[in-house]
C-alpha cells in the first residue's frame, strides 16, 4: 500500500499536528443568566453548574471567567412578574437592572464583548417575543419596542446587541435606529435561523419566561425547513447584520455549514440550554464521559462551519483546556 492514513495517527504530537479543526476560548460565548437583588447565585435544577446570579455575584463570576481566559459574554434577564406588561416597556426603563448591569459589567471590565438580548419575552406578561394583540403576534408594530429596547442597551454601553425575536424586518429597522441615536458602532448579531425547537426547554426555566398562551411556531422556523434558512440569511445580511446565527446547534449542523457558504460575515451557532442539559444528565448517570463528549460537541459545531459558538460549556472548557 502506497497510502497509509493510519501514519498521521501514529501518536499524540502527530495527531495534533494535521488537526483540522481547533475550538479556541476567543471563539467561545459564555451566556450568563442574571437576576434583581444583592448576594444571590441561585443554581438551576435543569442546568446543573449552572446559576441565577444577582450583579454582584455575576461580577465576582465574570472575573473569574476572564482569569480563565473567557472574554466574550452574553447576557439574559429574569424579570420579576411585577415588572412585566403587554408592551415591554420595563425593557427600556431607565431603572431596568439589566441595564445597570451591562454599565457594571463594562465599567469593571472594559476589555470584555459584551452581547444583549433584544426580544419582548422577558419583559412581555404574554411571554412572547412580540406584541400580542388578540392572540396574534403583530410583527410591525413589535420593531419600534425593539429599537427602543436596542438603544437602552446601546446607551448602557452593549457592545452587540442580539436580536432574538425573529420578526420580519427587525435587523434593518434595529440597524436604521441605533444609527439616527448615534450608535453606529455598535452590532447586530441576528438571530438568522432560529428554530421552534424543543430544546430550549432548561433556558426557559432558568428564566420563568414561556408563553402563557400558544407557542412560537408563527415566528420561529420550522425544524423541517433548509432552505428557508438561505432566504433569512439573505435579508439579515441585506439589512446590516454584523453576525448571522443558527439556533439550535447540533440538530442542525447541516444549517451552519449551509450559511458559511454563501456568508461573508462571521456565522455563529448557539449551543443551546436542552443541548447542554443533554449531555449533563448523560455524563452524571454515567453514560458518558464529559472531559471527552464535551469538547467533541463543541467540535463538531465549529467543524460544521461556525466561526463563533455562543455555549454553557464555555467555562468547562476553559478550566479543561488550563489543566
Known amino acids: 500500500m502506497q497510502s497509509r492514513p493510519r501514519r498521521n495517527r501514529r501518536n499524540t504530537a502527530i495527531r495534533s499536528m494535521v488537526q483540522e479543526t481547533r475550538v479556541h476560548l476567543d471563539q467561545l460565548i459564555y451566556p450568563l443568566f442574571l437576576v434583581s437583588g444583592d448576594e444571590i447565585k441561585e443554581s438551576i435544577d435543569s442546568l446543573p453548574g449552572l446559576y441565577r446570579f444577582s450583579l454582584d455575584q455575576l461580577l465576582i463570576e465574570i472575573k473569574e471567567c476572564v482569569d480563565l481566559g473567557i472574554n466574550n459574554y452574553v447576557l439574559f434577564p429574569s424579570i420579576p412578574e411585577e415588572f412585566k406588561d403587554s408592551k415591554a416597556s420595563y425593557s427600556y426603563d431607565p431603572a431596568n437592572f439589566y441595564l445597570e448591569a ?85 452590532g447586530i448579531m441576528s438571530y438568522t435561523a432560529k428554530y421552534a425547537s424543543a430544546f430550549y426547554g432548561p433556558f426557559r426555566d432558568a428564566l420563568d419566561s414561556a408563553p402563557k398562551a400558544g407557542d412560537k411556531k408563527t415566528y ?70 464529559y472531559d471527552q463528549a464535551m469538547p467533541e460537541m463543541l ?3 465549529v467543524r460544521a462551519g461556525a466561526d463563533i459558538v455562543l455555549t454553557y460549556f464555555a467555562k468547562d472548557y476553559a478550566k479543561l483546556l488550563s489543566r
Open 102 to 186: 451591562i454599565k457594571q459589567v463594562k465599567s469593571h471590565f472594559p476589555q470584555v464583548f459584551l452581547m444583549s438580548d433584544v426580544a419582548m419575552d422577558p419583559y412581555n406578561s404574554d411571554g412572547h417575543d412580540g406584541l400580542v394583540q388578540n392572540g396574534e403576534i403583530i410583527n410591525d408594530a413589535t420593531l419600534p419596542i425593539l429599537v427602543k429596547m436596542a438603544i437602552a442597551q446601546a446607551k448602557a454601553g452593549i457592545d452587540v446587541v442580539g436580536p432574538s425575536d425573529m420578526m420580519d424586518g427587525r435587523v434593518a429597522y434595529l440597524r436604521e435606529g441605533l444609527d439616527e441615536a448615534g450608535f453606529e458602532k455598535v
Open 220 to 289: 420561529q422556523m420550522d425544524p423541517a425547513n433548509r432552505r428557508e434558512a438561505m432566504r433569512e440569511a439573505a435579508l439579515d445580511i441585506e439589512e446590516g447584520a454584523d453576525f448571522i446565527m443558527v439556533k439550535p446547534a447540533l440538530c442542525y449542523l447541516d444549517i451552519i455549514s449551509d450559511l458559511q457558504d454563501i456568508s461573508e460575515i462571521p456565522v455563529a451557532a448557539y449551543n443551546v440550554s436542552g443541548e447542554y442539559a443533554m449531555l449533563k444528565a448523560a455524563c452524571m448517570n454515567g453514560w458518558l464521559n
Open 299 to 301: 467540535q463538531s459545531i
